[in-house]
């Protein structure tokens, strides 16, 4: 397969202006009429017109209504001679919706037909310049047998309704945004919506619908409240209004994603959609609000303006997850709980962004090359390109932003656009701005790969009163990227006395102290800052909020880090605190091979943390909650997966023993008593009151005690909601207490018929706390379970994506049966849906840091599946990737 690079771009040679569709659905052979008006691209030499198409069945082409040679070659037809002037090509075809697996193009699923275009899927629905700079208005007939699919839906505005002969019924629809094809959707099934109408801030009537199969209705309501609460705040924070009659989201059970931002159609996995307090968590509710943002968020950011090419791919989804971060921000509401947000978010950065930027799939926020495209939805391109945007908001302003903002969609509104085009619109905003002096240099986070490591030393200075800052960056070789230049790096900071005092901020040179928080700018190799006026040695509070993705070595010593975690004015670096005071201690066991012993200053902090009437319990629990496995793993030169696991199971443990009356008293003081709301407050309750059953069960299965796993599984039986229930089978599970087997039983008994709780079954126990090789015999047996299937993504991912991601414990084995299960499955995986076999490919990324024997044994693991000769675009760029 061709490798595709970004330096090789160019416009079109023809644009296709409209297309007309029409469907004829049917499961087996779907025949496809397409109707398009075509225009010569005069700014660029004269070419043949090259159109993309694969797994199709050709009928006929024409052009301007007569016949026209062509000829097939690989995934293009190719017309050699088509008309100078503008055209009309009328292609037919047919394609098998209920043979293609890969859910990507149109596709079957339930009995009804979901499409999912982005990023090349409607070349697999009809012959098209399937590319996002060609954006065309569509109109869209859909016929189809009434009783089978009585709801016909596609993008806009539904223009006619017809019933046909031989119960057939048609649709008509007509979307008067041109778009590009990947933004193209169609449904048709058999659904029941949930409507409601909405005035915007214009007097404009909006009709807002959320479609899903009938027994689905009443999990609606947290969808449709979050696409209303999604709409009123883009429209008051950036001024974007909801720019179409009628919004509808669509559920299906089978989707490679999360969701898809069709114009005015999105298309959700049902896993981003439903929710009722019975079978979702809070987890699952706060995950829905933020997706269905993030989907309606898109209909500025990427569909109003899209990317000119995939490799700006970070243009539109890094600035909308920051859209939908800063919504869930906002959302939250309390200081407390924005901070809790925040934390949320760089914890999953670190876990899954920061291993990608130093393994074998490393890649800038902006790629420069590719073989497949589906493979570069990464972290990368999403949770870093959301830093990156963060970035520019720390350096011009709240306010700045806005303003860059709006000026970015002045000028780019209807186009298909660069990264370049977005930077110079913020930096163009804010003249004379942090950014705008250094915007090429601040570029570099879009063109360099790899996590930049910050050093910061202080002295203090007490005759002179000063405090002498140095700032040192270091940006280490990644795959492909051996040297690099200095990144611009903003570090919002404090300083705080050893009391805890909050310091006020006065730099070498200005006349007066500027507040008590401000912005470093890091744009060189070393740079040095003076802080003058500073009474008492001072404790410096660094990269506040997490201002940059980077990973900061502030040299700071237990006692700094402890009065930072109890008096700093940042909540993210209080909890920062919390993490590396645990991270320190279970490094020094991994590095040292002893035992972890925690030390009674570690442990008194962490009660205090605990029993502290000031902290939320949302709080707590993120900072009692000791850094996972994976992200221990990434301090460390040599991974051994199975001893980190030991470490951090024995901090746990300890963590348990000591604070058992502590654990005790927060579980009792943290029942919520109210009504089931997702809301911040209830939800930090819950989540509090899970971490101290599962230290109070883990606990006592090591003394013997039988009343805490008593009581969880009572627990278990009695709650009425998902997040108590499901907490209470965790805490048994990962303990491997007796009562977990009949917990588990009667789980899968009570919920058989709800696919997604299902998928939370299969996941706690692929995920559970590894013990002797308990929970890899419990997935081998899991893939032979009557439910478990590797055609539904997510089921596969409850299982596959579970062990082999997210327990590094039970996946890297010494026998070496982690990866002959995982050659095997992505092998299997490959023939059904390649995209997601790609996925769980890279779950050998960072194989080259791990410790023998599992470095030898994981290389044997992927070049077995890279021998293989038929692999899949997706599967053969990881693994070769790997390899390299
Ligand atoms: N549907 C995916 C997302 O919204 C890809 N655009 O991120
Ligand atoms: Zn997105």
Known sequence: AALIRREDYVAPAYWIRTVDLTFDLDPAKTLVTSKMKVERNAAVPHGPLRLHGEELNLLRVL???????????????????????????????????????????????????FTQCEAEGFRRITYFLDRPDVMAVYTVTLRADKAKYPVLLSNGNLLETADLDNGRHLAKWHDPFPKPSYLFALVAADLVSREQRIRTRAGKDHLLQVYVRRGDLEKTEHAMNSLVASIVWDEARFGLPLDLERFMVVGVSDFNMGAMENKGLNIFNTSALLASPATATDADFS??????????????????????????????????????????MDMAATPSARAVCRIQDVRQLRAVQFPEDSGAMAHPVRPDSYVEINNFYT???????????????????????????????????GQAVTCDDFAAAIADANPGSALSTRLEAFKRWYAQSGTPRVQARGSYDAAAQTFTLTLKQHNPATAGQPGKLPQVIPVTMGLLSREGQVLPLQLQGEAAPVGTERVLVLDEAEQTFVFTGVATEPVPSLLRGFSAPVVLDDGLSDA??????????????????????????????????????????????????????????????????????????????????????????????????ALADDWAAAYEAHQVKAGYEPSPVQSGQRALANLALSMLVLHATRTGDTVWPGRAYQRFKDATNMTERLGALAALVNAHAELAEPALQRFHALFKHEALVVDKWFALQARASEDGGKTFARVKQLLQHPDFT?????????????????????????????????????????????????????????????AEPYRSAAREAIARVAAKPELSNDVREIVERALA
Not at 564 to 593: C, P
């Open 63 to 113: 052009i301007d209504g007569e016949s026209v040679s062509f000829r097939q070659e690989g995934h293009e037809l190719i017309i050699e001679s088509a008309p100078d002037a503008d055209f009309s090509l009328e292609i037919r075809n047919t394609c098998a919706p209920e043979k293609n697996t890969s859910l990507s193009g149109l596709y079957t699923s339930g009995g009804g037909f």
């Open 287 to 328: 995950r829905i609000e933020s997706i269905v943002a993030h989907e309606y968020f898109h209909n500025w950011t990427g569909n109003r303006v899209t990317c000119r090419d995939w490799f700006q791919l970070s243009l539109k989804e890094g600035l909308t997850v920051f859209r939908d971060q800063e919504f869930s």
């Open 379 to 413: 972290p990368t391109v999403y949770e870093k390109g959301s830093e990156v945007v963060r970035m520019y908001q720390t350096l011009v302003g709240r306010k700045g932003f806005e303003a860059g903002i709006k000026l970015y969609f002045e000028r780019h509104d």
């Open 560 to 657: 700094e880090l402890l009065v930072l975690l109890k008096h700093d004015a940042d909540a993210f670096n209080r909890w920062e605190a919390s993490q590396r005071l645990a991270l320190n201690r279970i490094l020094q066991a991994v590095r040292t091979g002893e035992a972890l012993v925690l030390d009674t200053d570690y442990l008194e902090a962490m009660r205090a943390v605990l029993r502290d009437p000031q902290l939320d319990a949302a709080f707590k629990e993120l900072a009692l909650t000791l850094p996972g496995e994976g992200y221990v793993a990434e301090q460390l030169d040599v991974v051994d997966p199975q001893e980190i696991h030991a470490a951090v199971e024995a901090a746990y443990q300890q963590l348990a023993a």
């Open 790 to 850: 590797l055609k539904n993504p997510n089921r596969a991912r409850s299982l596959l994506a579970s062990l082999c991601m997210f327990n590094p414990a039970a996946f890297h084995r010494s026998d070496a049966a982690g990866y002959v299960l995982w050659a095997e499955q992505v092998l299997l995986l490959d023939g059904i849906n390649p995209q997601l076999a790609g996925r769980v490919a890279r779950a050998m990324d960072r194989w080259t840091v791990l």
